[in-house]
């Protein structure tokens, strides 16, 4: 492989983890499901844009940049604030279940975030708490 050749595949692959790619023409197909409804999730989630884009660590000004991302680790942090397994923030698969969930939030404690779907995931931070809270008063 020739130093030009080496350096288009490293541009391409830099395009595919950043999104910053020189060519911003996209086929349908290229988008994730969070860059095409992500206003609509973060509403689902009862967070407003400022919110999610503090959860997420970033500016909000970089919201725009984050949603056309392609970069894995990232789309893998928008998945855990979001409360949403990775394949729906993806492919939008199982969205429709999602969508219809009676009990849907994000639970933070101390630095650390819980995705609540279920009765059983309430469960799961109140153990957490239980847990912390004990574990406080030892320490006393």
Request: with cysteine; charged share 35%.
């Amino acid at each position: 492989m020739t130093e030009e050749e080496q350096e288009e595949a490293c541009r391409q692959l830099d395009a595919l983890l950043f999104g910053d790619s020189d060519d911003d023409t996209q086929k349908p197909g290229e988008k994730t499901f969070f860059e095409l409804h992500a206003d609509e999730l973060i509403k689902h989630c009862g967070l407003t844009k400022t919110q999610f884009c503090k959860l997420m660590g970033i500016e909000l000004s970089n919201l725009p940049k984050l949603k056309k991302t392609k970069n894995i680790f990232l789309l893998k942090k928008v998945a855990d604030v979001l409360g949403f397994p990775m394949d729906l923030i993806v492919s939008g698969q199982e969205w429709a279940y999602y969508e219809k969930l009676l009990i849907m939030g994000i639970v933070r404690v101390e630095n650390e975030l819980f995705p609540i779907n279920t009765k059983d995931d309430l469960k799961k931070v109140l153990k957490v708490i239980t847990k912390k809270e004990k574990d406080a008063q030892k320490n006393n």
